[in-house]
């Protein structure tokens, strides 16, 4: 989700909250490591040990981002004897690192596509064996052929979900839904604006605010300049899905950026007043996949995972039971209701004209993306 992509807060980090007593609980005998993501994006990966009747599997992504939906687990580990330990990271720049300095550590991991050309180039995942995930014959061919994902014919990375980072709006500020990018910047809403406190994600939301491609921006004036503008309307910065949908439920704003998958299930859910609005200048689009590390120690068991995390009844359940953002699987749509957001209006050959699906930046843009960002931050009271 770009993405990233689900909340955690810091009580995550410590071992001693709830959250990760329960899980401590869980994995007492899986010797599990603990890291949270913070960006919204999950991030899974699988750690293999011999176990005396099944193999033992850690899964690193975020919390709440269906890999570690427990009703998944543990249908996945009924199914192939597989154990899931999950591992979460901080960034995706901390994944890289981890993947870096723990050769063989992990199994699987959840990538951001337009992260994956740099696991590439480094050698830290490699080629998938398609023929051993039958699920991914199904898989939109615009997604399996991204080139993001494969390179000199060989597939890098399993598509899994891709969405929005679009706006959202609490509907109890509006009588008619905005079409316009420019309602951020309208003064009724002064004090009630929110945007993700994500430094490439800001930049291209700049991007498409002065009509420029997000991954080629020719004039990063003026992205500052719109950007600077927008600054007294801010009332903060969210970093989690549960800061948003927190907001919305003390009706403290009225409009801010937020994922796709995260507007639905806060209105289907949740029962918040949030409705999803993709502006007629468009929209940041980022993708998710599934990677196998270099020196994976249970490929046979990677393989079953991403099977089983595209599969099509694993998603309609994910989407009914919690909320899920769009399968790249065909299928997986199409057995969604007809009315079914992801399928009516993610669907839509018109949204998908106006979305722009993040590519890889380099870390000379990623650094001035993060200077210009602090810069513009320090404005805000």
């Known amino acids: 989700m770009a993405g990233s992509k689900r909340p955690i807060s810091d009580s995550l980090n410590d071992v001693t909250s709830p959250a990760n007593r329960a899980n401590n609980e869980r994995n007492e005998h899986a010797h599990v490591q603990t890291d949270c993501f913070s960006d919204g994006d999950c991030r899974l990966h699988l750690r293999a040990h011999a176990g005396r009747h099944c193999r033992r599997s850690a899964c690193a992504q975020l919390e709440g981002y269906g890999a570690d939906e427990p009703w998944a687990i543990a249908a996945f580990e009924k199914a192939t004897g597989n154990k899931v330990v999950n591992d979460f990271f901080n960034s995706e720049q901390e994944m890289l690192t981890k993947l870096r300095t723990n050769p063989g550590l992990y199994d699987v991991v959840m990538i951001n596509a337009a992260f994956n050309d740099q696991a590439m180039a480094e050698k ?138 995260s507007a639905d299930r806060a209105k289907m859910h949740f029962k918040l007043p949030v409705s999803l609005v993709i502006p007629q200048e468009g929209a940041v689009a980022w993708l998710d996949a599934f990677s196998i590390p270099v020196g994976s120690k249970n490929v046979a068991g990677a393989e079953a995972f991403i099977n089983y995390m595209i599969d099509p009844g694993f998603y309609v359940e994910w989407v009914t039971k919690v909320g899920a953002p769009v399968s790249a699987n065909t299928k997986a749509i199409a057995a969604l209701p007809e009315d079914a957001f992801n399928r009516k209006v993610m669907g839509d050959p018109d949204v998908a004209k106006r979305i722009q699906f993040q590519a890889p930046i380099t870390d000379a843009q990623r650094e001035a993306y993060l200077a210009l960002w602090q810069e513009l931050k320090v404005n805000v009271k």
């Not at 994600?201 to 500052?224: H, L, P, R, S, Y």
């Open 124 to 261: 830290l995942i490699q080629p998938i064996d398609v023929s051993k995930i039958p699920n991914y014959a199904d898989i939109s061919p615009d997604k399996a052929n991204s080139p993001m994902l494969a390179r000199d014919g060989k597939v890098y990375g399993v598509p899994w979900v891709w969405g929005l980072t679009a706006l959202a709006i609490n509907e109890k500020s509006f009588d008619t839904p905005p079409t316009s990018i420019t309602e951020m910047w309208n003064e009724a809403h002064k004090g009630r604006v929110v945007i993700r406190d994500d430094a490439v994600e800001a930049v291209q939301f700049g991007a498409i605010a002065t009509g420029q491609n997000i991954n080629d921006i020719k004039d990063m004036e003026a992205v500052k300049a719109k950007l600077t503008s927008l600054m007294p309307q801010i009332k903060t910065f969210w970093s989690s899905e549960n800061d948003w949908n927190q907001m919305v439920a003390s009706n403290q704003i009225d409009i801010g950026t937020y994922w796709s998958g």
